[in-house]
């Protein structure tokens, strides 16, 4: 605390000169994507339309040290959800602490942000086997070095974001490290957290490698449950993603994607009679083909994506609506 307070000293009697000789605007930041579908399943002929996001996003600083960020999703699919809420202190050069609502740090596709997105739908290991958001604070940390490396340690409530009013004796937590190595990174991280009846222990690490236009990254996830409660799961994704310059009117991007993931069968939800969890999705893999053609202009573009995926379920597994074969048409906004 007295070092959180000495920091705030500190940048409060060097900004006693204005903003203006900083050169940093104090104005709040105004951010958000748009993501609007059709999709149809191409064995059943069953399609929809949805507006998959709809986020928008207020940040900005106090003072130089301190930063906030509160975001929501006004449409995602058809719901209101209070994404992040969080407040930030710069403490020294290269540490950080924010405290609030925010993504758990671990991994790289269960973090990366909608605008970022390369395909429709995410890999299995961001959107079935994690968990990745939670109410609690973090410490981030930029080792000084010929190759960065930057380490985060975080602690939350294990109760869902949707009730911050759950007492609890433990808690869960997450790390991970990322070294940046020209144009390599390695990602490694780890959390223990309590999604569903029982608590899961999930280990990450993934390689990326991003270079002129190509964009390449490979990342494997084990979740362990404790008690016995599941066999443990596995997942892995695996993409490509290639970009080239385009003069079509406004349109200046065209590029081609392919992936290839899947996981083992994933449990959740509650205890079944025999102390087991039971299983929410099926062990499946699944391969994805596409194009985007869009228009960039720095921080803000607009993209016309489609995407083939094609999937294979293990044993006598039935897919879901909507988890079957389909093609995908999206247009996506960000600004």
Known sequence: MLALLQAMWAVADDGAAGPEEKGMSYMPQVHGVIRSRWEM???????????????????????????????????????????????GVKLAEGLKIRAGQFLMPIGIEPLRAPAAYIFAN????GKQMCAARGVGAEVAYVVPSALPVTVKGAVFNPSSVADHDVWSHSPA?????????????????????????????????????????????????????????????HGYSVFGNYWLPLRAGELNRLSFQGRFDGMTAHCAGELESDGSLAVSQPA??????????????????????????????????????????????????SF
Request: with cysteine.
């Open 122 to 125: 995410r890999a299995f290991i």
């Open 41 to 87: 399943e191409t064995e059943t002929g069953d399609n929809r339309f949805e507006v998959r996001n709809a986020r928008l996003a207020l940040s900005g600083n106090v003072i130089p040290a301190i930063d906030y960020l509160v975001q929501t999703d006004l449409c995602e699919q058809g719901k209101i959800k209070i994404l992040d809420a969080w407040g």
């Open 284 to 333: 499946r893999n699944r391969i994805t083909v596409g194009a985007t053609i869009g228009c960039f202009r720095q921080k803000v573009h607009a993209d016309l994506r489609l995407d083939y995926e094609k999937y294979f379920y293990h044993h006598d597994a039935v897919a879901a609506a909507g988890q079957g074969d389909k093609v995908v048409v999206e247009f996506v906004v």
């Open 173 to 233: 937590f997450s790390a991970s490290a990322l070294w940046q190595i020209r144009s390599v990174g390695l990602n490694v991280g780890y959390q223990s957290a309590v999604p569903e009846a029982g608590r899961t222990n999930i280990a990450d690490a993934a390689v990326i490698f991003k270079s002129g236009r190509w964009n390449v990254e490979a990342e494997y996830m084990y979740k362990h449950y404790t008690h016995g409660y599941s066999r443990p799961a």
